[in-house]
């Protein structure tokens, strides 16, 4: 089901460092020109996708570290969220690995069923963006399969059969149900509320 990393080749990893140092140029530049990063261009989530290709889980951790301190509060996509995973389950951080992968489930709650093979069918519940959908998870899956280790994705499908994890997933999966077709109003605002904090509680209590 899932596609193991390649190794990679003496020339392509080179390649690859030499991305990764001109994108981090053009980002201390603007830090020593204007006082603060704005990356209007994304240099770096690039350099972030750069490092999941490059499969050194330690400076690849070393990178993450840098960003979430550099950009705390930046959106993170399904990509990023699994690539760093993955990052941290083999380099043994079991805790941001738990907590990375539950909060795939805020932007995609189909994707680590269709991962680990499991029979998927849509939830007919609210989904604000086509990002949310089985369908653009489906079109995307190999996308994010190119990430995966065995060891991980095994791990994976037992953390999906965890009691607990299963528990919070099925709350997850009803709130989004009643939001389904709510106008703007006090009560789908409860709503989202009580999603975001769902996804909140899930991770602490799951990363103990």
Same mark, same amino acid.
């Given at each position: 089901?899932?596609?193991?990393?390649?190794? $990679?080749?003496?020339?392509?990893?080179?390649?690859?460092?030499?991305?990764?140092?001109?994108?981090?140029?053009?980002?201390?530049?603007?830090?020593?020109?204007?006082?603060?990063?704005?990356?209007?261009?994304?240099?770096?989530? @690039? =350099?972030?996708? $750069?490092?999941?290709?490059?499969?050194?889980?330690?400076?690849? @951790?070393?990178?993450?570290?840098?960003?979430?301190? *550099?950009?705390?509060?930046?959106?993170?996509?399904?990509?990023?969220?699994?690539?760093?995973?993955?990052?941290?389950?083999?380099?043994?951080? &079991?805790?941001?690995?738990?907590? $990375?992968? =539950?909060?795939?489930?805020?932007?995609?709650?189909?994707?680590?069923?269709?991962? =680990?093979?499991?029979?998927?069918?849509?939830?007919?519940?609210? /989904?604000?963006?086509?990002?949310? @959908?089985?369908?653009?998870?489906?079109? *995307?899956? *190999?996308?994010?399969?190119?990430?995966?280790?065995? *060891?991980?994705?095994?791990? #994976?499908?037992?953390?999906?059969?965890?009691? &607990?994890?299963?528990?919070?997933?099925?709350? &997850?999966? /009803? =709130?989004?149900?009643?939001?389904?077709? #709510?106008?703007?109003?006090?009560?789908?605002?409860? $709503?989202?509320?009580?999603?975001?904090?769902?996804?909140?509680?899930?991770?602490?209590?799951?990363?103990?």
């Amino acid at each position: 089901m899932y596609q193991l990393i390649k190794k $990679l080749t003496e020339a392509k990893r080179n390649r690859i460092l030499k991305k990764i140092d001109k994108l981090k140029k053009s980002l201390r530049y603007e830090k020593k020109t204007y006082g603060a990063y704005h990356d209007g261009g994304g240099c770096r989530y @690039s =350099i972030a996708e $750069l490092y999941f290709q490059l499969n050194d889980y330690k400076k690849t @951790s070393r990178y993450l570290n840098w960003f979430d301190k *550099n950009f705390p509060d930046d959106c993170k996509y399904p990509y990023f969220k699994l690539g760093a995973a993955v990052t941290k389950y083999e380099l043994g951080k &079991l805790k941001e690995a738990k907590q $990375l992968t =539950i909060d795939l489930n805020e932007d995609n709650t189909y994707l680590i069923d269709l991962i =680990i093979g499991n029979k998927v069918e849509d939830q007919d519940k609210y /989904e604000w963006t086509e990002s949310e @959908s089985l369908e653009w998870a489906k079109e *995307n899956l *190999n996308d994010h399969l190119s990430l995966l280790t065995e *060891n991980y994705v095994t791990w #994976l499908g037992e953390f999906r059969k965890d009691e &607990l994890y299963v528990s919070w997933y099925t709350k &997850l999966i /009803e =709130i989004q149900r009643l939001l389904l077709g #709510l106008e703007v109003s006090k009560e789908r605002n409860k $709503l989202l509320k009580a999603k975001r904090k769902c996804l909140k509680d899930w991770k602490e209590e799951m990363s103990k």
